[in-house]
């Protein structure tokens, strides 16, 4: 079992930055699959980023340049990096995690993933 725990989110104006943290607890383990999501009210979930089990770091197209997504030293917390806010990034930002896969976690579809935190809202608004 491993639990989640996501932190960070709030409000912001349109051009600041918010770092979101994912903490991992239980029976954690570098070999997963790690990601960041997201949901607006009335949209479907969408892929921020992720993270393999080698540490590469993708970044979904939507958010390159203004995201990024690394893990601290320990492997056990996930930070969401985010600048140039902008109102449609307002959502609820989900950390979760898939242990059948450990590579290309982008593509791995959300409904795969096992484990999910309570999320963070974000909102983006002058």
């Known amino acids: 079992q491993v639990r989640l725990m996501e932190s960070g989110g709030g409000s912001v104006q349109p051009g600041g930055s918010l770092r979101l943290s994912c903490t991992a607890s239980?029976?954690?383990?570098?070999?997963?699959?790690m990601a960041w999501f997201r949901q607006a009210p009335g949209k479907g979930r969408e892929g921020v980023a992720s993270l393999d089990y080698d540490d590469t770091k993708t970044i979904a197209d939507s958010f390159k340049g203004r995201f990024t997504i690394s893990p601290n030293n320990a492997g056990n917390t996930l930070f969401l990096q985010m600048h140039l806010l902008k109102p449609e990034d307002t959502a609820m930002y989900y950390c979760a995690a898939d242990t059948t896969h450990r590579e290309w976690c982008l593509l791995v579809p959300d409904n795969t993933y096992t484990y999910w935190g309570q999320g963070t809202q974000v909102t983006v608004a002058s």
């Open positions: 239980g029976h954690t383990t570098t070999s997963v699959c």
